[in-house]
T-cell receptor, first 112, second 114 residues
């Protein structure tokens, strides 16, 4: 598969545990945030998004938390499964612009 | 099947030899974008296009050109490739830029410039 990051921070968890992946964003003007999952050899895949007028949003097994005060975003994955093993990226953008700025990514390793 | 296709998937070339990486989507999406992905740097946006004949620079446009003559195609052109353009490239499309839940990424093109 493709090497997406040789020096990525890595989070190792056991199957069934809850995982928390963190992201610090850079632009205080950013008002829309997205989490992506990238499996080896594939392009990024949308997981969940959140707008800045919210501080929490839940999906299926995933929750995104946004703390605008400290410019921090987190992705919580409940009951982590081996199929969740991938690299996770946060991305930020701002309404009225078309640019998407990605974080550097975190590798999640889930062992059975 | 809704998809974004890129060609070629793998390319090894030499410095200075012009090349084009094609990107095509079959979903009638208005927004298309090119990214490069490098170890430790994540994905960085090269160029994007809001619609036909409308393109704009992303964060790392130097050394690249794009065109959007048709809605479905958004080729990435490297007029004179250099080794620092060795990277993994992704094309993406979405109906509108702020609908990331319907953004599709292509499978990637691994480019090596010797």
């Amino acid at each position: 598969g493709e090497s997406v990051g040789l020096h990525l921070p890595t989070l190792s968890v056991q199957e069934g545990d809850n995982s928390i992946i963190n992201c610090a964003y850079s632009n205080s003007a950013s008002d829309y945030f997205i989490w992506y999952k990238q499996e080896s050899g594939k392009g990024p895949q949308f997981i969940i998004d959140i707008r800045s007028n919210m501080d929490k949003r839940q999906g299926q097994r995933v929750t995104v938390l946004l703390n605008k005060t400290v410019k921090h975003l987190s992705l919580q994955i409940a009951a982590t499964q081996p199929g969740d093993s991938a690299v996770y990226f946060c991305a930020e953008t701002w309404l009225g612009f078309q640019k998407l700025v990605f974080g550097t990514g975190t590798r999640l390793l889930v062992s059975p | 099947e809704a998809q974004v296709t890129q060609n070629p998937r793998y390319l090894i070339t030499v410095t200075g030899k012009k090349l084009t990486v094609t990107c095509s989507q079959n979903m009638n999406h208005e927004y298309m974008s090119w990214y490069r992905q490098d170890p430790g740097l994540g994905l960085r946006q090269i160029y994007y296009s809001m619609n036909v004949e409308v393109t704009d620079k992303g964060d790392v446009p130097e050394g690249y050109k794009v065109s959007r003559k048709e809605k479905r195609n958004f080729p990435l052109i490297l007029e004179s490739p250099s080794p620092n353009q060795t990277s993994l490239y992704f094309c993406a499309s979405s109906p509108e830029v702020f609908r990331s839940d319907t953004q599709y990424f292509g499978p990637g093109t691994r480019l090596t410039v010797l």
